[in-house]
């Protein structure tokens, strides 16, 4: 009876012990059946104590980055680390920091400029940084759209425009757009209605199909992605079709997968396990 007593306590006890959610990045090379080998990466880990996500991939003087949101389970900031040919990466440094909490740090190039485009959720707005000296000190330059909790925005050009999609209410797609960035930036008449459909990474182009990863929320926040690619967009219209569903099943233990990556030379993604805080500093990505 003493024994039993015991092993129901131990049992109450482990139950009580407070969980996180963990995330990593998992890096590969970009080249045959990418999407048929995910199981097969190099993991960035992130140390005890913190956790690495929304990996966003740029290529700079032929240099790759990842971008990603480096969280200390109090504020986020925006680190990288650099990628030699092989995927082998260097010590993670600070890209950006804010009073506020920083994540999905959206990188692109433009008129020989580097701009960031960061969530800044608890701002209430999509704002616009450059690279005053790239990649560690960046500036802020304007704000493109205010009045809401924007999560997940990316910032691309197509057909004439700049297009800002984002989104709010966790997952329902907002879209702006601007003949050029300095412009105001105008809502789609997409915002009128409730399409889901919040980004899981930047657009890329492959095949001449313009591609747009996508987070699956009906099994709960960030738990899968789907890569979409856009066939209609103009000021008017909007139209998307699912090509590839990307589910946490790529590594063990996964219990989410949110942010995809892609570029020429490589593909990054990140996983998300939930530990017991005892379990923190034994992190693995397999």
């Not at 956790?51 to 389970?73: M, S």
């Not at 995927?87 to 580097?114: D, N, R, T, W, Y």
Request: charged residues 25%; glycine residues 6%.
């Amino acid at each position: 009876m003493k024994i039993l007593v015991i092993f129901c306590l131990m049992v109450t006890l482990l139950s009580a012990e407070e969980k996180r959610s963990k995330y990593f990045i998992a890096i590969k090379k970009n080249e045959d059946a990418v999407l048929d080998t995910l199981t097969s990466y190099i993991p960035l880990l992130p140390p005890k104590g913190k956790f690495y996500a929304d990996p966003i991939l740029f290529k700079h003087k032929g240099v790759n980055y990842i971008f990603f949101e480096d969280f200390d389970y109090k504020k986020g900031i925006i680190s990288y680390v650099r990628l030699d040919d092989k995927g082998h990466f260097s010590s993670p440094q600070k890209a950006l920091e804010l009073p506020i909490h920083l994540s999905f740090p959206h990188v692109f190039e433009e008129g020989g400029e580097i701009y960031m485009t960061p969530e800044t959720y608890d701002a209430h707005e999509v704002a616009l940084f450059r690279a005053r000296s790239f990649p560690n000190e960046w500036e802020k330059v304007r704000v493109l759209i205010k009045g809401a909790p924007f999560a997940d925005p990316i910032l691309f050009k197509h057909n004439g425009y700049y297009w800002l999609f984002t989104a709010v209410s966790m997952d329902k797609l907002c879209i702006y757009y601007a003949p050029h960035l300095e412009a105001e930036f105008k809502p789609h008449p997409i915002n009128y209605r409730h399409v889901l459909g919040r980004n899981a990474g930047q657009v890329y182009q492959t095949g001449g199909r313009l591609i747009r990863p996508t987070m699956d929320c009906r099994g709960g926040y960030g738990k899968s992605m789907i890569l979409k690619e856009i066939l209609v967009l103009d000021p008017y219209r909007f139209q998307e079709r699912e090509l590839f569903y990307i589910g946490p099943n790529w590594a063990p233990h996964l219990d989410g997968t949110h942010t995809y990556s892609q570029n020429e030379d490589f593909v990054v993604y990140d996983g998300r396990r939930t530990i017991f805080l005892s379990e923190d500093g034994e992190y693995s990505a397999h």
